[in-house]
């Protein structure tokens, strides 16, 4: 399975206030609403919408070569204004067939904003590095089985050279943030060459290239792109574009939260900072938080050149409950509303706190929380006053507590008997990566 960020994992809910390019940019990142398989929950989108299953679909899928792909997942979908996108359905678990074929009998249409989300098998993927194309801006009222086969969908390609990569394996998006994209896995040659697919479209316009910080096998973070956003042209499946796009990682755009790995974790409420430079002047970087209530907006920035590095407060919410909350960043200016350009990190959201804030001196207290993941914490203490926790995993000058048992995420420390004010911190393993909760205080009196 790829590797995906965290919000293949929420719900969408809604994508409040988000102009359309923000919703093409962030729709991205929802890679697993698409694939919640739930009947129940297609049917009462339609049921708010008002609306009954009326068309019928169908299509194949085929290669670059123009061989028909079997094994592919086709997914459909779309987008609701106020309720961001809504699934509609797949052909898991009967992938295309050896002819490629899919077909769907009954999908709802709504005009400019129907989806169809393609994944192809491994034997693709190994070949090519094509494992994912999306289109989002169809509409199946008006392309349906009235035409048999309405959809054959074929990718094209485009040649890349990366200079000053700091490592050959990329991935590479490619299309239009209006219309849909691409996602390719390019090992680069020697020289910085690879070759990346591209989704056959007339806004061919934005490629870019990044990494991911790989946490586990569904919990990523990628803080660094690099894009060409040029002149849309027309590009038909099967076909290569004109010349070879021209990529510079020394120009690469970032967005990542700040602090330590292991700070990046604490109490729902806990404000944060993340932080962009290398955008270039008058780009627009926008943010979204994306947790159990769906993405909400967290501001904007304007930058007035590449070497200008800004810091954007944003408050991970009061109510947000135990677990991963992502902030995505996205280039949302008006000149790069066809761009692909869109980051994400992730916070750790936990719970820590004592019995009682303040006690006298000789009576007890107990600490408890309850973080993400399971296995045991280590809770550590120190008198010096501290608002931070440990910059390193091996808090060092922090006296180690004890370690405790998660049940559900949930421990208890043993009766302690602090004989004068601490502090207290605890580590724990996580589901994506190794942490601190929030420090807590205990007043000795």
């Known amino acids: 399975m790829k590797r995906l960020p965290l919000c293949l994992f929420v719900a ?6 988000l102009a359309p390019v923000a919703s093409a940019s962030v729709a991205r990142h929802q890679r697993g609403a698409e694939r919640v398989r739930n009947a129940s929950a297609a049917a009462r ?9 009326a068309y019928a679909i169908s299509g194949h899928i085929f290669d670059f070569g123009d061989n028909a792909v079997s094994g592919a997942e ?15 359905g ?4 009967d992938y ?5 074929a899919f077909s769907f009998g009954a999908v709802t249409g709504h005009p400019g904003s129907d989806d169809l989300s393609i994944y192809y098998p491994e034997s693709v993927w190994k070949a090519t590095g094509l494992w994912k194309m999306e289109l989002w801006a169809l509409d199946f009222t008006a392309n349906n089985d009235a035409t048999p086969f309405s959809y054959e969908i074929q990718p094209a390609q485009v040649d890349l050279n990366v200079a000053n990569a700091p490592s050959p394996a990329i991935e590479v998006e490619t299309g239009n943030a209006s219309v849909g994209y691409a996602q390719t896995d390019v090992t680069l040659d020697g020289s910085n060459d690879g070759v990346a697919s591209v989704p056959p479209m007339d806004t061919f316009d934005s490629v870019v290239a990044y990494y ?7 919990y990523t973070a990628c803080r660094s792109q690099v894009e060409s956003l040029g002149t849309p042209a027309s590009l038909a499946g099967g076909g290569t574009a004109a010349g070879t796009v021209d990529l510079d990682w020394s120009a690469a755009q970032h967005a990542y939260l700040a602090g330590p790995l292991c700070r990046h974790s604490g109490k729902p409420g806990t404000k944060v900072l993340m932080v962009v430079n290398g955008w270039p002047a008058n780009e627009k970087a926008s943010f979204v938080g994306w947790g159990a209530n769906g993405g909400v907006p967290k501001g904007s920035v304007i930058s007035t050149g590449a070497d200008q590095t800004y810091a954007m407060p944003i408050t991970i919410p009061a109510t947000e409950p135990v677990g991963f909350y992502e902030i995505d960043t996205y280039r949302a200016d008006k000149a790069g509303a066809d761009s692909l350009v869109g980051m994400w990190d992730l916070y750790q959201v ?8 303040s006690i006298h001196r000789g009576h007890a207290v107990r600490l408890s929380g309850r973080v993400p993941g399971t296995g045991n914490v280590t809770i550590y203490s120190t008198w010096h006053k501290v608002s931070a926790a440990p910059g390193t995993l091996a808090a060092s000058g922090w006296h180690r507590v004890g370690v405790y048992k998660t049940s559900s995420g949930k421990f208890t420390s043993s009766l302690l008997h602090p004989t004068r004010t601490m502090y207290y911190v605890a580590k724990y393993k996580g589901l994506a990566f190794q942490a601190f909760t929030s420090v807590t205080r205990v007043a000795v009196h």
């Open 12 to 17: 969408c809910a809604a994508c409040l206030l």
């Open 45 to 53: 989108s339609y049921a708010r919408l008002g609306a009954d299953p």
């Open 74 to 88: 086709v997914d459909w979908g779309w987008w609701d204004g106020s309720a961001g996108y809504q699934f509609g």
């Open 90 to 93: 797949g052909n898991y678990p």
């Open 96 to 100: 295309t067939g050896t002819d490629g």
């Open 212 to 218: 991911y910080t790989d946490f586990s096998n569904f």
């Open 350 to 357: 936990c719970t820590f706190k004592p019995s009682a804030s």
